[in-house]
């Protein structure tokens, strides 16, 4: 929880139906009794990795498990772009 009371730091509970940026919002402090508004804001974060099959390199097809296993049967998908195939279990070149 990131909210405090702005009049005496006092953690508070954000509403558990308050989602929407750029409204504000009101919340009464339980420790002073204070009324005050705060607003949400939410954070985009980025992460990268290499990808060598999207580089001329092969793929690292990996067996995808799940249940029920006849949906995941001879499924797998590339660990590093995530591309899904289906590949007979005896072909060769693949990870399980």
Wanted: with cysteine; glycine share 4%; hydrophobic share 20%.
């Amino acid at each position: 929880m990131d909210l405090e009371c702005p009049y005496c730091e006092y953690p508070v509970q954000p509403g558990e139906e308050d989602r929407e940026e750029d409204i504000p919002y009101e919340r009464e402090c339980p420790h002073c009794d204070m009324v005050f508004t705060y607003y949400i804001n939410y954070t985009i974060n980025y992460t990268s990795q290499k990808a060598p099959c999207l580089n001329g390199e092969e793929h690292d097809f990996q067996k995808i498990k799940g249940y029920p296993e006849e949906f995941f049967r001879n499924k797998y998908r590339c660990s590093y772009c995530e591309q899904e195939v289906v590949i007979k279990e005896d072909d060769i070149g693949v990870n399980s």
